[in-house]
């Protein structure tokens, strides 16, 4: 059993003390720990826990084409209950890129074919990364372990895709993106969903159907923004994988509140002319 979350961690006098920042993790860390007194009654001896420690999201690479073989192990684990050999995940990747992939036609007859991981853009290979987590979250039933692994994946996930060199297109409507998005973008957990205006509908009028502006977060994490937290900062110390998708949309609201108040001067300035 394994978990992943964020802490609050010191140093001090040869202990490392940490405290949970989502407080909706709690269970599972008590779980964690019952379990582990429970087998050390039976067993008679101490089960030492294998920690690994980091301070992420600081100059972390990504590399898609590992992060798809990665869930791919991980959408298997879940059907088999094992871990699949190289021809088995093969197969399944073949299946799931049928399923998933863009296509492009073929040279030899024009039948649309898909595009295999090596071949992809991007983009191409970020939205097929997407489906493959839509597919863990509506089709998949996962153990505490895989969820770990899937919400590890997650924070590393978002933080690359909402980077200032990455540009991914948009959901084509706030329905698509409700379709979609099926977990929080906060802690990946599924279920009923909020989508909160990361800049709000008074401060950017234009914003209010962009999807680059929403959020999909549980009810428990959107009542923790509004009944917890100030500012934005203080929401991101929990989650601070999404600061690069905060920054942005605050970024692309910010051009278009410019972009509107100019067009405003100048029909202001075209109405004082005609007055003349």
């Given at each position: 059993?394994k978990?992943?979350?964020?802490?609050?961690?010191?140093?001090?006098?040869?202990?490392?003390?940490?405290k949970?920042?989502?407080?909706n993790?709690?269970y599972?860390?008590?779980?964690?720990?019952r379990?582990?007194?429970?087998?050390e009654?039976?067993?008679?001896?101490?089960?030492?826990?294998?920690?690994?420690?980091?301070?992420?999201?600081?100059?972390?690479t990504?590399?898609q084409?590992?992060?798809?073989?990665?869930?791919?192990?991980?959408?298997?684990?879940?059907?088999?209950?094992?871990?699949?050999?190289?021809?088995e995940l093969?197969?399944?990747?073949?299946d799931?890129?049928?399923?998933?992939?863009?296509?492009?036609?073929?040279?030899?007859?024009?039948?649309l074919?898909?595009?295999?991981?090596?071949?992809?853009?991007?983009?191409?290979?970020?939205?097929?990364?997407?489906?493959?987590?839509?597919?863990?979250?509506?089709?998949?039933e996962?153990?505490?372990?895989?969820?770990?692994?899937?919400?590890?994946?997650?924070?590393?996930?978002?933080?690359?895709?909402?980077?200032?060199?990455?540009?991914?297109?948009?959901?084509?409507?706030?329905?698509?993106?409700?379709q979609?998005?099926?977990?929080?973008?906060?802690?990946?957990?599924?279920g009923?969903?909020h989508?909160h205006?990361?800049?709000t509908?008074?401060?950017?009028?234009?914003?209010?159907?962009?999807t680059?502006?929403?959020?999909?977060?549980?009810?428990?994490?959107?009542?923790?923004?509004?009944?917890?937290?100030?500012?934005?900062?203080?929401?991101?110390?929990?989650?601070?994988?999404?600061?690069?998708?905060v920054?942005?949309?605050?970024?692309?609201?910010?051009?278009?509140?410019?972009?509107?108040?100019?067009?405003?001067?100048?029909?202001?300035?075209?109405?004082?002319?005609?007055?003349?």
């Amino acid at each position: 059993m394994k978990i992943i979350s964020h802490f609050h961690g010191v140093y001090q006098n040869n202990f490392i003390v940490l405290k949970l920042v989502d407080e909706n993790d709690r269970y599972i860390v008590e779980k964690l720990f019952r379990n582990k007194k429970e087998r050390e009654g039976r067993t008679k001896q101490e089960v030492l826990l294998r920690c690994e420690i980091n301070a992420p999201y600081q100059h972390r690479t990504f590399k898609q084409n590992n992060a798809v073989w990665i869930l791919i192990s991980i959408i298997f684990q879940s059907m088999e209950g094992r871990n699949g050999t190289h021809e088995e995940l093969y197969e399944l990747y073949c299946d799931l890129l049928e399923e998933y992939a863009d296509k492009k036609p073929s040279r030899l007859n024009g039948k649309l074919r898909s595009i295999h991981i090596s071949g992809m853009n991007t983009e191409q290979a970020g939205r097929f990364i997407d489906s493959l987590l839509f597919h863990l979250a509506t089709l998949c039933e996962l153990s505490i372990d895989l969820q770990s692994d899937v919400r590890k994946f997650i924070y590393e996930w978002e933080e690359w895709k909402h980077k200032e060199e990455n540009e991914f297109e948009e959901f084509a409507s706030v329905e698509e993106m409700r379709q979609k998005v099926v977990y929080s973008e906060a802690s990946g957990k599924g279920g009923v969903l909020h989508f909160h205006h990361i800049v709000t509908r008074g401060a950017c009028p234009a914003a209010v159907d962009k999807t680059w502006n929403l959020m999909a977060l549980t009810p428990d994490e959107h009542n923790f923004y509004h009944q917890q937290c100030k500012t934005w900062d203080e929401f991101l110390e929990v989650y601070p994988h999404l600061r690069g998708k905060v920054e942005r949309a605050q970024k692309r609201c910010a051009e278009l509140v410019q972009q509107n108040n100019s067009i405003g001067n100048l029909a202001a300035m075209a109405l004082a002319a005609q007055g003349e």
